[in-house]
Every structure is written in C-alpha cells, then in structure tokens.
C-alpha cells in the first residue's frame, strides 16, 4: 500500500510570493495534519483536517489556511511569503476508527520550501 | 515549561552500546505516547507507541512509560551506526485524538564504530 504522499518534493519561492502544498493520506484515512518542522527543533502542528473540516488550528497566522478534499487529500496555503517561512512541511494522517490508535500518526516524506 | 522535553544532546554511543533517550510531558491526561526516527534530510519515521505504565519492547527497542512522573523513555539496544538519527518523542496535545501531537526537540544520537 502506498504511504502519505507530498507533492512538491522542494520548492523555491521569493518574499511575498504565494505557494500551495499537496498531501495524499495513507488509503483508508480520513484525517490529515499539517506541520512545519525548522532546523533543528521537532515539527510544529499548523492544522488538523478530519472529514473536511478543520478539527484543529496551531499558533500560525492567518497567511497559512489548508483544505480538504471529499478524497481526504490536501492542501496547505502559504500567502505573502516571509523568510521565515523557510522550512520542511510534513503531512501525516492517521486513522481516527479507533481510540486506542487514533493519535498514530504517519508521516509523508515533506515538502521542502526555501524563501529568498 | 516546555510541553515536551528531551534529554539535551547529541548523545554518542559506541556500536554495541545501549542508547538512553528521554522525554518529559507536562499534560497529565495524555494517552498516547510516541517515538519518531528522523534521518538527516527525511521525514519523521514512527518506531514505537506506548499507551500504558511499563514496558514495550520492539526488537532492539524498549519503550518505558511512567505516567506517575510523566516521563516516557526508549532504549535501543545492540546500537548499530544505522541507528544514527534524531529522536523525537511526540505526545498528543490535551489527551484527545484530535490529531495534533506536540514534539520535543528532538535528541540527536550518534553510534561510532
């Protein structure tokens, strides 16, 4: 079975541009979440998506947005693009069926984004 | 405080050797409890859950929780130069499954021949 998918692998933007992220959940899982992971610290949560609706937000400001689609997949939606903003985003999704499990969470191999 | 805290590293280990990673929570109604492999340049890889007081053992690895202290911990033993990589320990925020899991900082461990 195939994993999380991310598209694009790298990307390069400038200040002020606009960039769009792509993820595929694991087949079978409903829920999606977004993270933003800079050198040398743990990934920071951005969003939760769980049958299209956003379940959970992170302390991102609003120039980050994300949707879901009737598919499970997503996207994530950067706007006036900072330096700052320079990171790997990782997608993961999880099975939300069980209690016991629902919290596993499955990572996609990121999107690594530069700004100039 | 830090929600998630790891042990400070890089921590480095001779092959062979047994690896101690440890991590502190501050929510006390968390449930689930997370370890993630992450090699240079790639996506967080999870290696171990545990969700109940003592033990679990994977292989080489051994994952101990006690909920009491809220410290969570793994051990890899046999350390190989594979096992080289940051270590994240990840725990879900306020105890629900609403997908948002906190990390640590990670502990970067490296295994010498």
């Known amino acids: 079975d195939a994993g999380v998918t991310q598209s694009p692998t790298h990307l390069i933007k400038t200040r002020g541009q606009q960039v769009t992220l792509r993820c595929s959940p694991i087949s079978g899982h409903k829920s999606v979440s977004w993270y933003q992971q800079v050198l040398g610290q743990g990934p920071q949560f951005i969003f939760q998506?769980?049958?299209?609706?956003?379940?959970g937000r992170g302390n991102f400001p609003d120039r980050f947005s994300a949707r879901q689609f009737p598919n499970y997949s997503s996207e994530l939606n950067v706007n006036a693009l900072l330096l700052g903003d320079s990171a790997l985003y990782l997608c993961?999704?999880?099975?939300?069926?069980?209690?016991?499990?629902?919290?596993?969470?499955?990572f996609g191999p990121g999107t690594r984004l530069t700004v100039l | 405080q830090k929600e998630v805290e790891q042990n400070s590293g890089p921590l480095s280990v001779p092959e062979g050797a047994i690896a101690s990673l440890n991590c502190t929570y501050s929510?006390?109604?968390?449930?689930?409890f997370f370890w993630y492999r992450q090699y240079s340049g790639k996506s967080p890889e999870l290696i171990m859950s545990i969700y109940s007081n003592g033990d679990k053992e994977d292989g080489r690895f051994t994952a101990q929780l006690n909920k009491a202290s809220q410290y969570v911990s793994l051990l890899i033993r046999d350390s190989q130069p594979s096992d080289s990589a940051t270590y994240l320990c990840?725990?879900?925020?306020?105890?629900?499954?609403?997908?948002?899991?906190?990390f640590g900082q990670g502990t970067i461990l490296t295994v010498h021949p």
């Open positions: 993961a999704s999880s099975d939300l069926k069980t209690s016991r499990t629902a919290d596993t969470q499955y």
């Open positions: 990840a725990v879900p925020s306020g105890g629900t499954s609403y997908g948002k899991l906190t």
């Open positions: 929510d006390r109604v968390s449930q689930s």
């Open positions: 998506y769980y049958e299209k609706e956003e379940r």
